[in-house]
């Protein structure tokens, strides 16, 4: 089944403590993307990826990190979570558009609700 | 700035009566348009996009959407409600702006009464 997963699923953590989220995707897609939920913002993003080994700024990626060194994989990394990143967040991967370096719709994970302390 | 707006949080409408949820937006160029629904404790599901064409674009579960230039909107309707349709709905657009990006509104909760 095409599917986005992440990983855990819930996660209530402290202040501090150094978090990995997981994404992966077994679709082959080349562009992923990361993003939280918050009530009466909507989703904004936080880091995307074009391919392997690149990686960009959303528009809210302070406290993020992100790597992509495998086409399927996407973690997102707290190294020091704080509790304005309680939030509900989400993967998501896209196929290959029209034109070069475009994207298309995109498919989302299940959601990781991570609460800081 | 580009944005995407979705002016109501909640939309209530009888089972079996039309809905309309509303999505303007305000970016440059050309960009793709999409809905998506997200049920309690789920991720977003894909419902329809525009991209080119037709103006009336029909998608999942009945669903269709009506993209207008001039007045830059998008918005979802649905000619008959069911219950099951009671979900939070996003509006989303997709733009070039060096790099592809994606911009989502704020969502909008159809509650859809008994």
């Known amino acids: 089944e095409a599917q986005v997963t992440q990983n855990p699923r819930y996660l209530i953590t402290v202040t501090g403590k150094k978090l990995t989220v997981t994404c992966s995707q077994n679709m082959n897609h080349e562009y992923m993307s990361w993003y939280r939920q918050d009530p009466g913002l909507g989703l904004r993003q936080i880091y995307y990826s074009m391919n392997v080994e690149v990686t960009d700024k959303g528009d809210v990626p302070e406290g993020y990190k992100v790597s992509r060194k495998e086409k399927r994989n996407f973690p997102l990394i707290l190294e020091s979570p704080s509790p304005n990143q309680t939030s509900l967040y989400f993967c998501a991967s896209s196929p290959p558009g029209q034109g070069i370096l475009d994207t298309d719709t995109q498919y989302f994970g299940p959601g990781t609700r991570l609460t800081v302390l | 700035a580009q944005s995407v707006a979705q002016p109501e949080d909640q939309v209530n409408v009888a089972e079996g009566n039309p809905l309309t949820v509303k999505c303007t937006y305000s970016v440059s160029g050309n960009p793709y348009l999409f809905w998506y629904v997200q049920y309690p404790n789920r991720g977003l599901q894909f419902l329809l996009k525009y991209i080119t064409g037709d103006n009336l674009v029909k998608g999942s579960y009945g669903f269709e959407a009506e993209f207008n230039k001039s007045q830059t909107s998008f918005h979802l309707k649905k000619p008959s409600a069911l219950v099951s349709d009671s979900a939070l709905y996003f509006c989303?657009?997709?733009?070039?702006?060096?790099?592809?990006?994606?911009?989502f509104g704020t969502g909008t909760r159809l509650k859809v009464l008994a």
């Open positions: 989303a657009v997709r733009f070039y702006t060096g790099t592809y990006k994606y911009i």
